[in-house]
């Protein structure tokens, strides 16, 4: 009876790694990721805002991609995606808030 538990509970711990393991970052959540990341930094460059910080995040999610480490790469792509929208919001704030600078 005992040894019948062990069995079960060593093959549901298996199964749980198992599943861990597939929910691992993958290449395509990279890109998706990276191509996501890129158009907002695209849109922050219209909008003559890009943040340094932003490519430097980006740099490291590419590094991170070329590594194999798609984990972190699809993280850092994440934050720079998130960078860049925080920039695109910063522009789109000063276009209007600097009237309120203005002396009348």
Known sequence: MRLRLLFSMTGL???VAATAA???STNAD???ALNAAEAAEN???A???QWTTTE???TAAKKAAAAGDFDTAVDDARQAEAL???SIAQ???QEIAWRAAVIH
Do not use: V
Request: hydrophobic share 55%.
């Open 47 to 49: 909008l003559k805002n």
């Open 22 to 24: 597939t929910a691992a």
């Open 43 to 45: 849109d922050a460059g």
């Open 13 to 15: 711990i298996w199964l």
């Open 56 to 58: 430097e995040t980006l």
């Open 30 to 32: 990279f890109k998706a």
């Open 91 to 93: 522009a789109r704030e």
């Open 84 to 86: 860049a929208k925080a």
